[in-house]
């Protein structure tokens, strides 16, 4: 099963309305309408974890993020505020570089995957995955595996998600995000989106 999210508009993501919080702008990108997020108080949820109940699982984001941001930003979260939970997170350098940050929590298991040593520049569309097969986390930016680590992984049971900010709404987001796509499998990187 695939689930594709096409941020093109502030109504709604595929069938589920949106909660919106500032003012995001729908904006033109390098592969359709995306929306823009000021990293202030602009964010997006649904009341719904599209992924709830599955095994395994490829979460998979097109996303810019800008200068000017906070140092820690977590632009995606799947879950519960605390409890089991997927995220998506960017550390911004001094000098305008970011790396990525995934992490999964799952009962008493979490990792995170803090990838360090991989910088990238601001102000560009990058293509993020993040890979779970029940046994081991991995993540990649444009194709390219960057970090790997265990977890015992549980389906997610219940739970909301947000975009540009954690669900208890700290750690907002700079930049833009444009497609969302969700596959209950692990994905090899040929198979992901273009």
Not at 47 to 76: C, I, K, M, S, Y
Not at 121 to 137: F, I, K, N, S
Not at 156 to 168: F, M
Request: with cysteine.
């Amino acid at each position: 099963m695939q689930i594709v999210w096409e941020l093109d508009n502030l109504q709604a993501l595929a069938d589920y309305r949106l909660d919106v919080s500032g003012q995001p702008t729908v904006i033109d990108g390098p592969y359709g309408k995306a929306i823009e997020f000021d990293g202030v108080q602009d964010a997006l949820f649904i009341g719904a974890n599209p992924v709830a109940g599955w095994q395994a699982l490829t979460v998979e984001v097109v996303f810019r993020p800008d200068a000017g941001g906070l140092p820690e930003q977590r632009f995606f979260h799947l879950g519960e505020v605390s409890g089991d939970r997927v995220l998506f997170e960017t550390r911004l350098t001094e000098d305008n570089h970011w790396y990525l940050d995934t992490f999964i929590s799952s009962g008493e298991s979490n990792r995170p995957l803090l990838n360090e040593s991989h910088l990238h520049p601001v102000g560009q569309w990058y293509h993020l995955a993040m890979t779970c097969d029940g046994r081991e986390e991995v993540n990649y930016v444009n194709g390219v595996k960057e970090a790997n680590g265990l977890i015992d992984f549980a389906p997610l049971t219940e739970g909301e998600t947000s975009i540009a900010v954690r669900l208890n709404r700290v750690c907002w987001f700079k930049g833009a995000i444009g497609r969302i796509r969700y596959t209950d499998r692990v994905l090899s990187p040929d198979e992901f989106m273009r």
